[in-house]
């Protein structure tokens, strides 16, 4: 059966429905059947009982008849009629001719002699007639002499009814025929067919007579009509073989099969009406039964649909006394559960939701008051916490039993006790009494109120805030837990605060010093700039000079503690409202707001003169001094960017032009900067096209002024400015690989020239190369001396590599073996410019190194300052004491000279013998130092031959 989908606007009451009315309708249906089935076959068993007795009745009763018929033949006379007038003497009992419709009587001789005038025509009927069947006559042939037989034949002639003989013998000599009365035979019959029918039929199924209503009967078709359930056929035998040597009969009765029923309404009429009234009836309550289920069930249905779209409001009335009633009831129970706790997240997500917008910590306390408002409307509740800026006050916002909110935030102060115990409060608690007169506690007092629920929240040391509600004498079954979890919350929330003003202040702080990093100085000088954009501001970039010495040497702590250090010098030198920045590494950078030029420089020069003050470190002084930039707004730079990059230029002329000073910006130093831009650019190109020039300075024998050895420095050809001195591109050089093919190029170009001069200038000992720290970090140093060595054919003993301090300072202990190694294959190694750099005692021991060269910075104050005497004198001894060749350079004129001869140095290097020059003009220096020297070599032999 196709029901609509929705049946009652449900798909479970269609289900439902079809269920009951199946369930009832198919038992309905299969006791029907069975009650019908077993009335009819009841019905037809006892019917055809009735008939097969009925059948019974008529068959005896005819058998009965043909019987009395035997008898009455038997009883009739046998007379020899062939004397005339005997035949009248018979007389026939009355009763035959009611049995019999003709009879015939036979002499001896087979022919009719009775009643006068019959014929032969009965015999030969006789004799044409049958049985009836397969059955013989037995007792014909059987019949003893004097015994009276009856033997019964049946004829027929066209369609006539057939016709019953009787024949009856005596000896075995037919005596009697009679025709039976048909009327008299069959009457059993006749009266039996009132609303039946029936046929008698012979042992072949042939008719002997029909009665009643037949016409389903087919003569000689047997049981053709069992199929037929209307009607209800019984056959009964009647045996005849023995009595009248007949076959047997059978009687047949048909009639109506019976039918059961009641007012004139047949069984199965009513079984259908019963069934249908039960069916109906049974859709009826099992639709108002599905109707009382389903509406609660809408209901609740509707209801969840509705909870489910967050409408957490709403409720279902379901009134009823049974399990649905139970679950509106819950549904309803679980719905104002979901509302309070809807609220509650809803009120919770509004308060994280400030948290992440950065809404001001006042405006979150404010909505966790709103919400104990909405929890507790009679009870008071105030929040507190610490000044983020000072630690002697707190802040209060304080929401009275009954009111809304306050907006005005309360600032409470507190002294030191006071402070103390705000922070000393801890963990959830209920205070009252003397407890509660602390500060805090002041707006809360109320005679309503019995004592305090304190609920502390800290993030840092010590309790920071504090949530409080105000609590009655009789609290009742209060549940709390709301409130700690918006304490929670506040927590979060100050938290949050927290981190974020750490990170900000990380974000513009250098971690080290505490001092502004260079995000905190570019925040700084913008807003300054923004605000104030005609006044003049200054930037300082300022440098501390020699600090990676420290680095390298002392290790990182040390520097750190020397940066702090500085930090600190560096704050006590500028005025009120400047900033002090630090940029990265040891640079650091001053912005100094409304202030004048003389200002400015008075201010530099403090920070250069602090910062020259020895530093002490572990017990020992360490000197660094610093270089300064100075850049004054507008003038200097109209933005921040250019301020600060032209502070930077300043600062590193100041560099350039000797360190331990300050330096103010001018535009030339932009020029100069774009200088450094261009020139590693050109220089690339000039080293490609053997624009540079080795020169040669002299180093001679202080005795005889003979030239002994010769320092290589390099000089550039350069197309447009002519020759230029290594201080206008060294540096440059250095910060690149550059210097390594400069380097290398030199250290062949030395080579070279030392092969020539060997063979020319026999007092010339070495040649010597500057060599750059980069030349040496690269690691190939070695290999290209061997390979320059062997190219040229120079023995490793007339080479000399000139090394500065700060490079064996470098922590490289790679750095070591390989002047090891170049020592090792005779090459001979020199401490160039020393005392201008940071060289203890001990590292010297350690080094491999066979010359020293005193800088030219104390050989040019030798004469006129007693310190720059002092020095000399000390780097001498050391020299001496370890054994160490000694070299002065810069000498320019005799004072000096003699000075130094004094402290018993080597070899002199200075203006006052030679300028460095081209190849070919230090050749012919030597060859005159060698023949002025033979001269003098002379003089002195002569003045010593003579006589005193
Ligand atoms: P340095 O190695 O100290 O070389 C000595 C410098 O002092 C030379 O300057 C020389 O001309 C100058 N000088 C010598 N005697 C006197 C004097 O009596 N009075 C004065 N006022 N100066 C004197 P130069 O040639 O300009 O070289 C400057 C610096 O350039 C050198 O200083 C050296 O550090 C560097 N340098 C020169 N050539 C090379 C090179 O081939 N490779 C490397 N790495 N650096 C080089
Ligand atoms: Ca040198
Ligand atoms: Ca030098």
């Not at 008719?207 to 056929?233: C, E, F, I, Y």
Request: aromatic share 6%; with cysteine.
């Amino acid at each position: 059966m196709k029901l609509p989908s929705r049946f009652f606007g449900s798909r479970v009451a269609g289900r439902l429905y079809l269920l009951f009315v199946l369930a009832a309708l198919l038992p309905l249906a299969v006791s029907d059947w069975l009650a019908a089935t077993a009335v009819t076959d009841l019905a037809r068993e006892m019917q055809k009982n009735s008939q097969t007795r009925a059948t019974r009745q008529v068959g005896m009763q005819v058998f009965e008849r043909l019987t009395s018929a035997k008898a009455l033949l038997a009883t009739l006379p046998d007379v020899e009629l062939a004397e005339a007038g005997a035949a009248d003497r018979i007389r026939l009992p009355v009763a035959s001719r009611k049995v019999f419709s003709r009879l015939v009587h036979f002499d001896a001789n087979q022919r009719a002699n009775w009643p006068a005038g019959s014929g032969n025509e009965l015999l030969a009927e006789w004799r044409s007639a049958d049985h009836g069947g397969e059955e013989a006559a037995p007792q014909a042939l059987t019949a003893e002499a004097g015994s009276v037989q009856a033997t019964v034949r049946i004829a027929r002639q066209g369609d006539a009814p057939a016709r019953i003989l009787m024949a009856s013998t005596v000896g075995g000599r037919l005596a009697w025929i009679g025709e039976l009365n048909a009327e008299h035979l069959w009457e059993p019959v006749q009266d039996a067919a009132i609303d039946s029918g029936w046929r008698v039929v012979d042992g072949h199924g042939r008719s002997l007579v029909t009665k009643g209503d037949v016409d389903l009967l087919p003569a000689a078709d047997h049981g053709a009509t069992d199929g037929r359930a209307d009607l209800l056929l019984v056959r009964t035998a009647l045996f005849l073989g023995a009595e009248f040597g007949a076959s047997e009969w059978e009687f047949i009765e048909q009639r109506a099969a019976p039918q059961a029923r009641w007012l004139g309404l047949p069984l199965s009429g009513w079984l259908a009406l019963v069934a249908i009234a039960t069916v109906l009836l049974i859709a009826l309550v099992s639709q108002r039964a599905i109707r009382h289920m389903l509406v609660p069930l809408e209901r609740l249905t509707a209801g969840t649909r509705l909870l489910a779209a967050g409408a957490s409001s709403t409720r279902v009335a379901v009134q009823s006394d049974d399990e649905f009633g139970t679950l509106g009831n819950a549904f309803n129970e679980m719905a104002s559960r979901i509302e309070a706790q809807f609220g509650s997240l809803t009120a919770m997500s509004a308060i994280d939701r400030d948290v992440l917008a950065g809404q001001p910590i006042e405006h979150v306390v404010g909505r966790v008051l709103e919400q104990l408002a909405r929890l507790y409307p009679d009870l008071p509740s105030a929040v507190c916490w610490r000044s983020a800026a000072r630690d002697d006050v707190l802040h209060q916002l304080v929401r009275e039993a009954g009111k809304a909110p306050a907006t005005e935030l309360s600032v409470l102060p507190l002294d030191a006790a006071q402070a103390d115990a705000f922070a000393a409060i801890d963990g959830d608690s209920q205070v009252q009494g003397a407890a509660a007169d602390a500060p805090w506690c002041g707006a809360l007092r109320s005679p309503e109120v019995a004592s305090l629920q304190m609920l502390p929240l800290g993030w840092g040391e010590g309790t920071q805030a504090l949530l409080m509600v105000g609590l009655p004498a009789e609290t009742g079954q209060l549940d709390l837990q709301p409130a700690v979890e918006l304490r929670d919350r506040l927590a979060v929330a100050f938290s949050a605060r927290e981190r974020e003003r750490v990170m900000l202040y990380r974000a513009v702080h250098d971690s080290l010093t505490g001092l502004a990093n260079r995000s905190g100085l570019n925040e700084y000088l913008d807003r300054l700039l923004d605000a104030d954009p005609s006044s003049r501001h200054a930037a300082l970039f300022v440098d501390l000079d020699h600090f990676k010495d420290i680095n390298d040497s002392l290790g990182h702590e040390a520097g750190d503690a020397i940066l702090c250090e500085a930090a600190a010098r560096l704050r006590a030198s500028v005025p009120n409202g400047a900033l002090v920045a630090r940029q990265g590494g040891d640079e650091f950078v001053l912005v100094l707001p409304q202030v004048d030029a003389a200002i400015v420089s008075s201010i530099a020069q403090r920070v250069v003169d602090e910062l020259v003050r020895p530093f002490v470190l572990r017990d020992e002084q360490h000197r660094f001094g610093a270089s300064v930039g100075v850049a004054i707004y507008p003038q200097h730079g109209k933005d921040r960017i250019e301020l600060l990059r032209h502070a930077d230029l300043a600062m590193y002329a100041a560099k350039q032009s000797g360190r331990g000073r300050f330096e103010l910006f001018a535009d030339s130093l932009e020029a100069a900067a774009h200088e450094r831009l261009r020139i590693p650019r050109e220089l690339r190109r000039d080293m490609d096209l053997g624009k540079l020039v080795a020169y040669f300075q002299a180093r001679v024998n202080p005795a005889d002024g003979r030239v002994t050895s010769v320092e290589a420095l390099v000089r550039w050809q350069h197309p447009e400015r002519g020759l230029l001195f290594p201080d206008s591109f060294i540096a440059l050089a250095e910060e690149s690989s550059l210097i390594e093919d400069l380097g290398n190029w030199m250290i062949n170009e030395a080579c070279a020239r030392m092969t020539l001069w060997r063979a020319t200038h026999p007092s010339l000992q070495r040649v010597s190369v500057n060599v750059s720290p980069r030349q040496l970090a690269s690691g190939r140093l070695p290999q290209v001396v061997r390979e320059a060595l062997q190219r040229h054919h120079v023995t490793a003993q007339h080479l000399e590599l000139e090394v500065t301090e700060s490079l064996l300072v470098e922590d490289s202990g790679d750095v070591y073996a390989q002047l090891s190694e170049l020592r090792a294959m005779g090459v001979c190694i020199a401490l160039d410019d020393f005392g201008t750099g940071f060289s203890s005692m001990a590292m010297l021991r350690k080094l491999p190194i066979d010359v020293m060269k005193i800088d030219r910075a104390f050989v040019k104050d030798l004469d006129t300052d007693e310190a720059a005497l002092a020095i000399t004198r000390s780097i001498a001894e050391l020299a001496h004491s370890l054994g160490l060749h000694l070299v002065a350079e810069g000498i320019e004129n005799e004072t000096q000279a003699r000075m130094l001869r004094e402290l018993r140095c080597h070899e002199f290097q200075g203006y006052l013998y030679s300028k460095p020059l081209p190849p070919g003009d230090f050749s012919l220096l030597c060859s005159a130092r060698e023949i002025s020297a033979r001269a003098s070599d002379g003089v002195s032999l002569e003045a010593a031959a003579a006589p005193s």
